[in-house]
């Protein structure tokens, strides 16, 4: 079993940031790969950011590079995104999502991913 939850969410203002946390119950965190989704209302849920389990492999979504930052601590079994200069287009429900894998190339963007918290609400006022 992996359980994920996630946190900080919340509702913040054009151009403001978050830090959205992750906790992972799981055993070996390590061997897992982890990713952020969202999901705003009417649409498809969306690739966001990609870690592998040593942070080596990381890949982040066009619509937030350089804005978006993604880590992890498997001492901690903990994820992290650190959301910078927050667009209202980035209001969505956001995922933590995990998958066994200990890749860390560019094929972690291909993976499917069979876990997931619960999500978070992000808003972003205009």
């Known amino acids: 079993q992996v359980q994920l939850v996630e946190s900080g969410g919340g509702l913040v203002q054009d151009g403001g940031s978050l830090r959205l946390s992750c906790a992972a119950s799981v055993r070996t965190f390590s061997n897992y790969a982890m990713g952020w989704f969202r999901q705003a209302p009417g649409k498809e849920r969306e690739f966001v950011a990609i870690i592998s389990w040593n942070s080596i492999g990381i890949y982040y979504a066009d619509s937030v590079k350089g804005r978006f930052t993604i880590s992890r601590d498997n001492a901690k079994n903990m994820m992290w995104l650190e959301m910078n200069s927050l667009k209202p287009e980035d209001t969505a429900v956001y995922y933590c999502?995990?998958?066994?894998?200990?890749?860390?190339?560019?094929?972690?963007?291909?993976?499917?991913?069979?876990?997931w918290g619960q999500g978070t609400q992000v808003t972003v006022s205009s």
């Open positions: 999502a995990a998958t066994y894998s200990k890749i860390f190339g560019s094929a972690l963007r291909g993976l499917s991913y069979d876990y």
